[in-house]
């Protein structure tokens, strides 16, 4: 039972609640990102350099052969892959970047000691004056 409660006090934990929330929230963003690189930004690159769809670049190794199928290596689907990479990681930096921004301004500003009150200005006038 110890480790029972030893357990669900770990995951109790604001720590683990926060990292479990990013994954969950970082699998929505990758196939957000996806998309936008699959559907919006491959289309027209594609376009541009011929109607070439990236996904199917390969280099065949071994022609099919009957039920067998083909050995190749599918260099377009690593391009894609390195091509999604940079983009997710170009908006998190974008993410990161902004949230650092908002830290920065709600900074607080170091407030400066308040004022000495009159009974302490005059306590403080008396001091110096028996000092000379």
């Known amino acids: 039972m110890k480790i029972l409660n030893e ?15 990013g994954i969950i929230i970082g699998a929505a963003f990758g196939k957000i990102v996806s998309s936008l ?3 919006v930004i491959m289309p027209p690159i594609g376009f541009l350099i011929g109607g ?3 996904t199917d670049l390969k280099i065949v190794m071994k022609e099919a052969m009957g039920d067998a199928p083909a050995v190749a290596i599918n260099y377009g689907n690593f ?14 930096f974008m993410v990161v970047k902004a ?8 900074e607080v500003v170091p ?13 403080t006038e008396i001091r110096d004056l028996l000092k000379k």
């Not at 949230?99 to 709600?106: D, P, Y």
């Open 79 to 92: 391009v894609q892959g390195i091509l999604d990479f940079i983009i997710i990681a170009a908006a998190i």
């Open 111 to 123: 407030v400066p000691p308040p004022s000495p009150t009159k009974e302490e200005t005059l306590l």
């Open 37 to 39: 690189v699959n559907d």
């Open 7 to 21: 357990f669900k006090a770990f995951a109790m934990k604001g720590n683990v609640i926060d990292i479990a929330i």
């Open 52 to 54: 070439v769809n990236f």
């Open 99 to 106: 949230m650092n921004l908002a830290k920065k301004r709600q």
